[in-house]
């Protein structure tokens, strides 16, 4: 019985239009979109006359069939230890999709600076901040490597796209996103009685070890070591963990005395409900609507190791502040200490 036509089809994980040709996906571009129903059409043409058709790994792939290939490392590559998507991911889609909106079709030899720089008008023009933009570049380039690398990208081209530049400040129309600051003592103090004992345990625990809310949700006791002269939380999945650095989160005794009241529990220290895992997400809104029935700013948890770096600072210097927030320089502590403008208005309320 013969077989019928090869179907224009939608693949769902990329929105690429795409049709199978002797056991090989041949990606169209966007799907529905005029682009790819014409290079459907050359594409079965080709096929009907019994030429070869383009497919994903000859130098003439498009844009789209390249963003598919690369989407397919990334999802494999960009994992922790437990298998888990990195936070890395969902940027590398954002900015990916705006390639392939822009320039589905596109024969990826042909792909170079004024291309990425559309892509960059397009992230100013929906309104994301400029360091966004920048993260979102980034991750671009470094998709046009991987692909220089697999032979897909002619090299001259990967080298012509990093003359690109990130967003300056002052420099572009992009709107600046807020710096992150420590939560002022008033609104902590006055969203506290309008947080579960649970989270608010969860925030006197961050307060204390300066840990990030990601480590702080997945803390259980099988990570936890006890010593005579403290305990030390050494988290598996942390942010640099794929960078092969380790991670130590030092607990002393005002944060022990809180976690002795979840001990002997299995899995992770902190849930809710019936023993569901908190969620970076879910902790957060848990306090934003603290902060609403509080009526005061809204603020997140990560604004919390910026009152620790801050408190720690003070008292201990810089590197202990850096030592216990895992940083590997002072540099990167100094953006979550806010010492600074505290000496400055010391200084003026003396002396000025």
């Not at 789209?64 to 230890?81: F, G, K, S, T």
Request: net charge positive; charged share 25%.
């Amino acid at each position: 019985m013969p077989r019928g036509k090869p179907s224009y089809r939608l693949h769902r994980a990329s929105g690429q239009a795409v049709v199978t040709l002797r056991g090989r996906d041949v990606y169209l571009g966007r799907f529905d979109s005029p682009e790819s129903h014409q290079r459907y059409a050359e594409v079965m043409r080709d096929h009907a006359d019994g030429r070869p058709v383009i497919v994903v790994g000859s130098a003439g792939i498009t844009v789209a069939e390249a963003v598919v290939i690369y989407l397919d490392h990334a999802n494999r590559y960009y994992r922790d230890c437990e298998g888990q998507s990195t936070r890395q991911l969902p940027r590398i889609q954002r900015a990916l999709t705006t390639l392939v909106q822009l320039h589905a079709a596109l024969r990826l030899s042909e792909l170079g600076p004024k291309h990425i720089r559309e892509c960059q008008r397009e992230w100013v023009g929906e309104g994301l901040s400029r360091r966004y933009c920048n993260h979102l570049l980034v991750v671009t380039k470094t998709a046009c490597k991987y692909l220089t690398r697999e032979g897909l990208l002619p090299a001259a081209r990967w080298v012509e796209i990093q003359l690109v530049e990130g967003l300056k400040l002052g420099r572009t129309e992009a709107r600046e996103s807020p710096e992150t600051r420590p939560v002022p003592e008033a609104n902590l103090h006055a969203t506290m009685p309008h947080c579960s004992q649970v989270v608010q345990d969860m925030v006197t625990v961050q307060l204390l070890t300066g840990c990030r809310s990601g480590e702080l949700i997945r803390m259980s006791w099988e990570h936890i070591e006890k010593h005579p002269e403290g305990w030390v939380c050494r988290p598996v999945r942390h942010k640099n963990a794929w960078r092969g650095h380790n991670r130590a989160i030092h607990i002393g005794p005002q944060a022990q005395s809180i976690l002795k009241r979840y001990e002997g529990r299995p899995g992770l220290i902190f849930t809710w409900g019936t023993n569901k895992p908190y969620t970076v997400s879910s902790y957060a809104k848990h306090i934003l609507r603290a902060c609403r029935r509080a009526r005061v700013d809204e603020w997140r948890p990560g604004q919390l190791r910026h009152n620790a770096a801050t408190v720690i600072q003070g008292a201990l210097g810089w590197d202990a502040a850096r030592a216990v927030l895992g940083h590997r320089t002072v540099s990167t502590t100094r953006i979550y200490a806010d010492r600074d403008a505290a000496a400055a208005a010391e200084a003026a309320r003396r002396l000025g």
